[in-house]
């Protein structure tokens, strides 16, 4: 892991909207961000720090829903110190104190899935309406690499609620607690994970990816892993090229290349060469996918267009392009969110 040139003020400005959208109040993201002058230095003024310090005012409270929401915020973007390995340490731990209280019932395991001949541990988050998930089909749930299983808890709520579904969240390989690189074996780990999520429900399997987690949701359906698939602003093969790279804003080469595993900035050619194992190309040129549902914002500065407008005119694939939003049209979830329910009882029913 590796820190990197970023303004931290450029960094409010690509995330404020998802921040707020996930629960933290606006009011709370302006006075952390007239605080915050660093990206990294652990002090007064470091984004970790001032972060950590809201987060502590909440747990003093008692609020432990939200304190777990802001030392999210604390750890942002990736695990680069010890600083943000601590915030991700009380992100947990407040997590599970306010589990008691959320609106569906929770439960955390430890899972053992195959990867390169031997196996691997993933610690992986369950939602259910009433504490069982035999009897109704498993979502799996994932995020981006900036972005992970707790982040989006508000989701994992939502579809547990009104889809039908239990939920399994987990952390991609790269991300959050799945301690393993982002490279061409990812896959392997997330088929494990969709293996065992046909044991403890009905053996129905669907997937929804969000960013980078939409890669994996893209992986799953084309192949026919799972039984549907919803892929929310994923990169899929033109985002991996060199000169779509090498425009990435906000430090996502870098929060990218620590998801890799680089111990320093990988150059475009060694970015676009370790990712390009993670291309659907040759998937898209299949026809065996399962039902799918593709959507992402039109303007989104991470991924173009083309990764999402590949998968129309696909069999069982329904998508959608909206205009004047962004990555993962975050500013349309309240569009959104409904229209994957929709969509998920519908094809899981």
Same mark, same amino acid.
């Not at 985002?239 to 430090?251: C, H, I, V």
């Given at each position: ?61 008692? &609020? ?118 982002? &490279? ?42 799972? &039984? ?25 080469? &870098? ?95």
């Amino acid at each position: 892991m590796y820190t990197y040139d970023v303004d931290a003020q450029a960094m409010f400005d690509d995330r404020s909207v998802q921040f707020a959208k996930f629960g933290v109040p606006l009011e709370d993201i302006e006075d952390v961000r007239a605080a915050v002058r660093d990206m990294w230095v652990d002090e007064p003024g470091g984004w970790v720090f001032e972060w950590s310090a809201l987060a502590q005012r909440y747990a003093e409270r008692g &609020d432990h829903r939200m304190a777990s929401l802001v030392y999210g915020c604390a750890k942002f973007p990736c695990l680069t110190d010890t600083a943000r390995e601590r915030a991700l340490q009380h992100q947990l731990e407040e997590f599970e104190l306010a589990a008691p209280d959320f609106a569906v019932q929770f439960e955390r395991r430890i899972i053992e899935v195959p990867r390169r001949g031997g196996t691997v541990e993933v610690p992986v988050h369950l939602y259910s309406v009433d504490g069982q998930l035999a009897g109704r089909p498993v979502l799996l749930l994932s995020g981006g690499v900036d972005t992970w299983k707790m982040d989006v808890h508000p989701w994992c709520e939502t579809f547990t609620l009104n889809a039908g579904v239990g939920v399994l969240a987990f952390d991609h390989p790269g991300t959050g607690e799945t301690r393993i690189p982002l &490279d061409g074996h990812a896959d392997e780990v997330v088929r494990g994970i969709a293996d065992y999520a046909r044991g403890i429900g009905d053996g129905r399997v669907a997937h929804f990816g969000a960013s980078f987690g939409g890669n994996f949701a893209a992986m799953t359906g084309l192949t026919g892993i799972v &039984d549907a698939a919803v892929e929310l602003g994923g990169p899929v093969v033109d985002a991996f090229q060199s000169e779509n790279l090498a425009k990435l804003p906000f430090g996502m080469h &870098d929060i990218l290349g620590n998801a890799m595993g680089w111990d320093h900035s990988p150059t475009l050619t060694e970015l676009s060469a370790g990712l390009g194992e993670l291309s659907r190309r040759d998937l898209l040129a299949k026809h065996t996918n399962s039902a799918m549902l593709v959507i992402n914002g039109a303007d989104d500065v991470f991924v173009p267009r083309s990764d999402t407008l590949v998968f129309e005119g696909r069999r069982d694939t329904e998508v959608h392009l909206l205009p004047d939003s962004g990555h993962v049209a975050m500013n349309k979830a309240a569009e959104v969110v409904p229209m994957v329910v929709d969509w998920l009882r519908r094809h899981l029913p």
